[in-house]
């Protein structure tokens, strides 16, 4: 028996609930009982109280009688790991009753890089990356390295295997040291010091409840969603004391392991380990926790990761940029026969990186050939939109947009570090045949620098554009005989189907029914599966008897009908990762929708956070609905309802974002090219009277519509 670490924990519970006690009769004594309590930006309070017990706190009073109880009911010396357990749950709630005095007043305690607590869109942001195993697990690192070079290599490694990062004490200040990149940017989260640790519980157990619907103080549920689909583990660096010692049996609790590099009496097998080389903590840390991951070797000098996704290169930083309107670039996948392609070959036409000064700027075509026998022209596409995220995995490459308006950087350290263009090609050669084995059979890469070649090759590329524009366009929910399923979010919402049709994208925003057809193509027992459209009950609504019958046997049997072109009836579920939110404002006849990205007040009176935290977990909610953003733009948005004229109110960044086709959806449902300027946004404001007066004004047809109701 591991007595001596069980002790310690029992230890550290009661500094950390005495200090919490300390802490709250201070902020009491100086604020008033009355003060209200709450993180920023969440719906679900104070996460760790919400899902382990599920109390309701609004002001620093509510919180007197949990401490009191925890103190009673956790804190004891039971030396069992059962003990050790309960103790460290009540570190837990120690540690949230102490951080969350610290927002009193909307105070925001952290100064950059430190995050402090992690706000529900940082969570939904990464929802789907954790999801598809993109991101395969969380690591969270706490204490202090044996040396800052240490420290960062221990990073990089985690980084090239795509693990998502949360940070505590002195390690932050060894990465910083050595110029480490941290941040939300980097799904690297430096929290912060010591309670801060509980920021990372904080995020997992909001996990719980809102992608997997369990609900508030389902202790029980939660520990076992932790347990079963929450993939982290705790690493304990440098000299620990009491208190972390409990929460890190806190950790136990939720089923995360913890591995320590300082030695220690006796270990908990499986659960409290001892791992001093940092050459093998970071496996033995994955195989602990039962992470598997795809092993791709991409032969290039730089790191490739999600990590590196959100990494920006400014102008002043780059070696060399292409693309952005300051050069011609295009980037275009071409689906070859197979003895037009030579398997894995790499091609520069054109000057390579090393015939070129600091600071140029060139052309660039990226061209790549696929050969598969089960490939299909449909996917090219799909094969293409990759590109931008393969290069975007590489540390210091940088690239946005796509086709020809590509723009690409690559700065000054991957340039010293070796990187060249033709590591373009390897990394999409590695990245093609890995996620796509079963389409891919071979791939060729040419890079084009040279400004003539450029030239002649975009035009082969904008005529493939267009073409496959042409048949976009012609591809709608009534061209085709079956939509797909997306079960993929079901690792984190068990009862959770979104349905595919050509004219309405997952609402994640990043699964089109061409994605999904590719997908099931990929992998015929994966997540996209074909619903054939049969038994037609009602058009208008978009509801099938297939798709109702798919539905309900893919999630568990809670959900009976769907109906695809309401928000009102039947609509469909969320999962959590949603890119936005709609909501019914009645007073308006009509509807709101807001972003992840809109952190402000919206119309029906609650933020993106709070409006999310009521509709996720894969349950319906007629009058609001998670959706992708391209939605919007869909001829079969909400049709049954009055379609885009119920729009009222939508932030202007989405207004921005969605202009062009918006204006041209405006146009054919007969509302007119200004129709835009007659949604009210945040510059309009958030009541409802005074939108409804802005709407008056403006003549808004949804004000005639008939009753939504
Ligand atoms: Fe998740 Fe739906 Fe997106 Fe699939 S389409 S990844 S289920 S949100
Ligand atoms: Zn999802």
Same mark, same amino acid.
């Given at each position: 028996?591991?007595?001596?670490?069980?002790?310690?924990?029992?230890?550290?519970?009661?500094?950390?609930?005495?200090?919490?006690?300390?802490?709250?009769?201070?902020?009491?004594?100086?604020?008033?009982?009355?003060?209200?309590?709450?993180?920023?930006?969440?719906?679900?309070?104070?996460?760790?109280?919400?899902? %382990?017990?599920?109390?309701?706190?609004?002001?620093?009073?509510?919180?007197?009688?949990?401490?009191?109880?925890?103190?009673?009911?956790?804190?004891?010396?039971?030396?069992?790991?059962?003990?050790?357990?309960?103790?460290?749950?009540?570190?837990?709630?120690?540690?949230?009753?102490?951080?969350?005095?610290?927002?009193?007043?909307?105070?925001?305690?952290?100064?950059?890089?430190?995050?402090?607590?992690?706000?529900?869109?940082?969570?939904?942001?990464?929802?789907?990356?954790?999801?598809?195993?993109?991101?395969?697990?969380?690591?969270?690192?706490?204490?202090?390295?044996?040396?800052?070079?240490?420290?960062?290599?221990?990073?990089?490694?985690?980084?090239?295997?795509?693990?998502?990062?949360?940070?505590?004490?002195?390690?932050?200040?060894?990465?910083?040291?050595?110029?480490?990149?941290?941040?939300?940017?980097?799904?690297?989260?430096?929290?912060?010091?010591?309670?801060?640790?509980?920021?990372?519980?904080?995020?997992?157990?909001?996990?719980?409840?809102?992608?997997?619907?369990?609900?508030?103080?389902?202790?029980?549920?939660?520990?076992?969603?932790?347990?079963?689909?929450?993939?982290?583990?705790?690493?304990?660096?440098?000299?620990?004391?009491? *208190?972390?010692?409990?929460?890190?049996?806190?950790?136990?609790?939720?089923?995360?392991?913890?591995?320590?590099?300082?030695?220690?009496?006796?270990?908990?097998?499986?659960?409290?380990?001892?791992?001093?080389?940092?050459?093998?903590?970071?496996?033995?840390?994955?195989?602990?926790?039962?992470?598997?991951?795809?092993?791709?070797?991409?032969?290039?000098?730089?790191?490739?990761?999600?990590?590196?996704?959100?990494?920006?290169?400014?102008?002043?930083?780059?070696?060399?940029?292409?693309?952005?309107?300051?050069?011609?670039?295009?980037?275009? *996948?071409?689906?070859?026969?197979?003895?037009?392609?030579?398997?894995?070959?790499?091609?520069?036409?054109?000057?390579?990186?090393?015939?070129?000064?600091?600071?140029?700027?060139?052309?660039?075509?990226?061209?790549?050939?696929?050969?598969?026998?089960?490939?299909?022209?449909?996917?090219?596409?799909?094969?293409?939109?990759?590109?931008?995220?393969?290069?975007?995995?590489?540390?210091?490459?940088?690239?946005?947009?796509?086709?020809?308006?590509?723009?690409?950087?690559?700065?000054?350290?991957?340039?010293?570090?070796?990187?060249?263009?033709?590591?373009?090609?390897?990394?999409?050669?590695?990245?093609?045949?890995?996620?796509?084995?079963?389409? *891919?059979?071979?791939?060729?890469?040419?890079?084009?620098?040279?400004?003539?070649?450029?030239?002649?090759?975009?035009?082969?590329?904008?005529?493939?554009?267009?073409?496959?524009?042409?048949?976009?366009?012609?591809?709608?929910?009534?061209?085709?005989?079956?939509?797909?399923?997306?079960?993929?979010?079901?690792?984190?919402?068990?009862?959770?189907?979104?349905?595919?049709?050509?004219?309405?994208?997952? %609402?994640?925003?990043?699964?089109?029914?061409?994605?999904?057809?590719?997908?099931?193509?990929?992998?015929?027992?994966?997540?996209?599966?074909?619903?054939?459209?049969?038994?037609?009950?009602?058009?208008?609504?978009?509801?099938?008897?297939?798709?109702?019958?798919?539905?309900?046997?893919?999630?568990?049997?809670? %959900?009976?009908?769907?109906?695809?072109?309401?928000?009102?009836?039947?609509?469909?579920?969320?999962?959590?990762?949603?890119?936005?939110?709609?909501?019914?404002?009645?007073?308006?006849?009509?509807?709101?929708?807001?972003?992840?990205?809109?952190?402000?007040?919206?119309?029906?009176?609650?933020?993106?956070?709070?409006?999310?935290?009521?509709?996720?977990?894969?349950?319906?909610?007629?009058?609001?609905?998670?959706?992708?953003?391209?939605?919007?733009?869909?001829?079969?948005?909400?049709?049954?309802?009055?379609?885009?004229?119920?729009?009222?109110?939508?932030?202007?960044?989405?207004?921005?974002?969605?202009?062009?086709?918006?204006?041209?959806?405006?146009?054919?449902?007969?509302?007119?090219?200004?129709?835009?300027?007659?949604?009210?946004?945040?510059?309009?404001?958030?009541?409802?009277?005074?939108?409804?007066?802005?709407?008056?004004?403006?003549?808004?047809?949804?004000?005639?519509?008939?009753?939504?109701?």
């Amino acid at each position: 028996m591991a007595n001596h670490l069980y002790k310690q924990a029992f230890d550290g519970a009661v500094i950390a609930t005495s200090y919490a006690e300390i802490l709250l009769n201070q902020a009491i004594k100086e604020h008033g009982e009355d003060t209200p309590v709450c993180y920023p930006d969440t719906a679900y309070k104070l996460p760790v109280i919400t899902a %382990l017990s599920g109390e309701d706190v609004k002001t620093l009073k509510d919180l007197v009688p949990i401490l009191n109880r925890i103190r009673v009911t956790n804190v004891k010396e039971d030396l069992t790991l059962e003990g050790a357990k309960t103790n460290g749950e009540a570190a837990f709630y120690a540690a949230e009753i102490i951080e969350a005095l610290r927002y009193l007043k909307g105070q925001n305690p952290h100064v950059k890089p430190w995050t402090g607590f992690l706000a529900d869109p940082v969570l939904r942001k990464f929802g789907i990356q954790l999801v598809d195993f993109t991101i395969p697990g969380v690591a969270v690192i706490i204490g202090k390295a044996k040396d800052s070079k240490a420290a960062a290599r221990l990073i990089k490694e985690l980084q090239s295997k795509g693990i998502m990062l949360m940070l505590c004490n002195e390690i932050i200040e060894q990465l910083l040291e050595e110029n480490v990149k941290l941040g939300i940017d980097y799904i690297a989260f430096p929290l912060g010091n010591f309670t801060q640790a509980i920021h990372a519980v904080n995020f997992a157990l909001r996990g719980g409840l809102a992608f997997g619907g369990i609900t508030p103080g389902n202790k029980a549920a939660q520990l076992e969603y932790q347990r079963n689909r929450v993939r982290a583990f705790v690493l304990a660096l440098g000299e620990q004391d009491e *208190v972390r010692i409990a929460a890190e049996f806190g950790a136990i609790m939720l089923g995360f392991p913890v591995i320590t590099d300082q030695p220690i009496a006796e270990e908990v097998p499986d659960w409290y380990v001892y791992q001093p080389d940092y050459e093998k903590i970071v496996p033995y840390s994955l195989e602990l926790r039962g992470i598997k991951l795809k092993i791709v070797d991409i032969n290039v000098p730089i790191t490739i990761g999600p990590a590196f996704e959100g990494e920006t290169v400014r102008g002043a930083d780059a070696y060399v940029e292409f693309g952005g309107g300051r050069t011609t670039a295009f980037e275009l *996948v071409k689906m070859v026969g197979p003895d037009e392609i030579e398997d894995g070959k790499i091609t520069v036409v054109g000057p390579e990186i090393d015939d070129i000064e600091e600071g140029s700027k060139l052309p660039l075509g990226i061209y790549v050939k696929i050969y598969g026998r089960k490939m299909q022209p449909d996917f090219e596409g799909v094969l293409e939109r990759r590109v931008h995220y393969f290069v975007n995995y590489g540390e210091g490459l940088w690239h946005v947009a796509q086709r020809d308006i590509a723009w690409v950087r690559i700065n000054k350290d991957a340039h010293a570090k070796g990187f060249k263009f033709r590591h373009f090609g390897e990394i999409l050669i590695a990245k093609y045949k890995s996620e796509f084995p079963a389409i *891919v059979d071979r791939v060729e890469v040419i890079i084009y620098t040279d400004k003539e070649q450029v030239e002649e090759r975009i035009k082969e590329a904008r005529a493939a554009y267009h073409q496959r524009d042409e048949r976009l366009r012609g591809l709608t929910d009534e061209s085709v005989d079956v939509f797909y399923s997306c079960t993929l979010c079901q690792s984190f919402a068990p009862n959770h189907v979104c349905v595919v049709a050509p004219e309405r994208v997952g %609402l994640c925003g990043a699964v089109s029914w061409l994605d999904a057809k590719a997908s099931f193509e990929i992998t015929p027992t994966g997540p996209n599966q074909p619903i054939k459209k049969e038994g037609t009950i009602d058009e208008n609504k978009g509801i099938w008897r297939s798709v109702n019958e798919f539905v309900y046997n893919s999630s568990n049997r809670t %959900l009976e009908e769907v109906a695809l072109y309401t928000l009102m009836e039947l609509p469909m579920t969320s999962c959590g990762c949603f890119e936005a939110i709609m909501a019914m404002v009645p007073e308006a006849n009509g509807l709101m929708i807001t972003t992840r990205e809109h952190s402000g007040m919206t119309p029906c009176g609650m933020t993106f956070s709070t409006l999310a935290g009521s509709v996720g977990g894969g349950v319906q909610s007629p009058g609001f609905m998670g959706i992708g953003k391209r939605y919007i733009v869909s001829k079969k948005f909400i049709k049954a309802d009055g379609g885009l004229g119920r729009i009222i109110w939508m932030p202007k960044d989405l207004k921005d974002f969605l202009r062009e086709d918006f204006i041209k959806r405006s146009v054919e449902e007969g509302l007119g090219e200004d129709f835009i300027d007659k949604v009210a946004d945040e510059s309009v404001g958030t009541d409802t009277e005074q939108i409804l007066s802005f709407l008056e004004e403006k003549g808004h047809p949804a004000l005639t519509m008939d009753p939504l109701f």
